[in-house]
């Protein structure tokens, strides 16, 4: 069983930056594979990126793509989402996710085994 607990959410001006963090408890946490969605109010939960075993290889959506980075530390047992040159369509609940099973299909959240309960992230224009 893997618990996750993101932190790092709040209040932010357009332009801004922000780092939300994932902290996983349990054994195993290198041999995961690590992701970031986000989910707007009224709107379904989009992937926002990813991060495989060892960091060897790192996935985004386009919208977010020379923007934000995602980084994981295996030592510390947690995963990084940098959002950078942040903008008002960024804002909604962040959420981390983890699955054992790696691969390239990354973008759909049933693939995912746990998930954190989210931080807020909101963007003013």
């Known amino acids: 069983q893997v618990q996750l607990v993101e932190s790092g959410g709040g209040l932010v001006q357009a332009g801004g930056s922000l780092r939300v963090s994932c902290a996983a408890s349990?054994?195993?946490?290198?041999?995961?594979?690590m992701g970031w969605f986000r989910q707007a109010p009224g709107k379904e939960r989009e992937f926002v990126a990813a991060?495989?075993?060892?960091?060897?290889?790192?996935y985004y959506t386009d919208s977010v793509q020379g923007r934000f980075t995602i980084s994981r530390d295996d030592a510390k047992n947690t995963v990084y989402l940098q959002m950078n040159s942040l903008k008002p369509e960024d804002t909604a609940v962040y959420y981390c996710?983890?699955?054992?099973?790696?691969?390239?299909?990354?973008?759909?959240?049933?693939?995912?085994?746990?998930w954190g309960q989210g931080t807020q992230v909101t963007v003013s224009s």
């Open positions: 991060i495989g075993r060892r960091a060897i290889s790192t």
């Open positions: 996710a983890a699955r054992f099973q790696g691969g390239t299909v990354v973008r759909d959240p049933r693939s995912y085994d746990y």
């Open positions: 349990g054994a195993f946490f290198s041999t995961y594979l």
